[in-house]
């Protein structure tokens, strides 16, 4: 007998997460050190595997540059490792006898981990790593275009684990990805909570599956380059941002904003550093290449190279071209370039004023990629203040470049490869998420104050001391006197 597809992977799924909660329930009597020591031995076999693992996705789904996988394994193993070691995530957390509160840490259960395509291996290692150091296990959900190098990733984890002595069945992923699978893996009473990674609409399934989760929008980070910024640094962040990887980080620039008195400048500068500026005629025909008919961002262009996106557009560019630009000036929905492009594309616009620039990127937050990133070059502190009181993001990086200070490794925001959006791009939290948001806080707290405290009556009750009642019957006696 065949069986059905969907019905196998649901089944599986429900044997992953029967497997992962038993195995849990076993870390969760661990003390710190050992899971510290499992947390240890998973990043170091993913690090010394780190090149093996971004030749295998860069194989698998055509996206990027696997010299910078490599980066991107390194960071989601060793660098965000390095960030949680000596965090407190098990047991007793605080103590305050003098305010009667003590905080106990505790696990979740097990983290349902969707996988995207584009950092599939270096996204996997993170996740095992946040949530392993907060005592859960996890099931992952794998796209299918990245299923061989995110199931290699998870062997190599497993094998770590049984090697440092920790529970079999931990750490697992789905073999027969269906939409069926991964609705059941996210509604599962098994599962405690979803770290989603991905797509709007992969999101926007986790958020209303039933099952607590944390999720991240689009981005559609505008850069901008004050005039009192270091113009040659900028640009050189902003290049070296967006060529990373193809462009395949969420948090990397989507456009710059320049103001009047300094395009010229930045223009040059931009040239300098191997931008190719598209001709009117050029940034049209690219356009019809960045988004799909349903509005979505085409998939032929994400991960790809500058000269492989100028042949499917039937464009000649040089060969020393690193970025493509358009100058634009319109934002929404039917501007391809105000919008993200997971690819080395930029929008180009220019402004009167910092304050025009401010509305502007606001405009083209607020259409898409509200709560993510946005980046500002700028020696002005009164300027970047005002970015910071007004932009709809819950990250504003200052002179680094998008990418790589987005997830926290050319910035100290926490390491990570899920970057929460807030409230207002949907989100349930605004964190660069880490193992503080894999667990819950047990608060224990001490009586520290009587009914009669919160009325501001005397207090009357049988454990009132012998002293006590000596006083009152004497002020009672002195009364009677008077």
Sequence with gaps: MILDKDLASIQEVRDLLAASKKAQQQLATFPQEKINDICHAIANACYENSEKLAKMAHEETGFGIWQDKVVKNTFGSKIVFEKIKHMKTIGILSENTEEGIMEVAVPLGVVAGLIPSTNPTSTVMYKTLISVKAGNG??????????????????I?????????????????????TMQGTAELMKHTDTAVILATG????????????????GVGPDNGPAFIERTANIPQAVKHILDSKTFDN???????????????SKAAVIAELK?????????????????????????????IVGKSVQRIADLAGL??????RVLIAE???????????????????????????????????????????????????????????????KPVSRLLVNTPGALGGIGATT???????????????????????????????????????????????VSTEATSQEQLINTLIEKVLERLH
């Design 157 to 177: 984890i497993n094998a770590a684990i049984a090697t440092a002595g920790g529970p079999a069945g931990l750490v697992s992923c789905m073999t027969k990805a």
């Design 199 to 214: 797509g709007s609409a992969t999101v926007k399934a986790a958020y209303s599956s039933g099952t607590p989760a944390i």
């Design 138 to 155: 996890i099931v992952f959900s794998p796209h299918p275009n990245a299923l061989k190098s995110i199931l290699e990733t998870i062997n």
């Design 247 to 261: 462009g395949t980080i969420c948090a990397s620039e989507q456009s710059i904003i320049v103001e009047e008195v």
């Design 272 to 300: 300098k550093q191997g931008a190719h500026f598209l001709s009117v005629a050029e940034a049209k025909q690219l356009e019809k290449f960045i988004m799909r008919a349903n509005g979505t961002m085409n998939p032929l």
């Design 412 to 458: 100290n925001l926490m390491p990570a490869l899920t970057l929460g959006c807030g409230a207002v791009g949907g989100s349930s939290t605004s964190d660069n998420i880490g193992p503080a948001n894999l667990f819950n806080i047990r608060r224990v707290a001490y009586g520290k104050r009587e009914l009669e405290d919160l009325r501001g009556e005397p």
């Design 328 to 390: 634009e000036t319109n934002v929404g929905p039917k501007a391809p370039y105000s919008r993200e492009k997971l690819a080395p594309i930029l929008a180009f616009y220019t402004t009167a004023t910092w304050e025009a620039a401010c509305a502007l990127s606001m405009e083209i937050l607020h259409q898409e990629g509200a709560g993510h990133t946005m980046i500002i070059h700028s020696e002005d502190k009164n300027v970047i203040r005002e970015f910071a009181l007004h």
């Design 316 to 321: 000649t560019v040089p060969q020393s071209a």
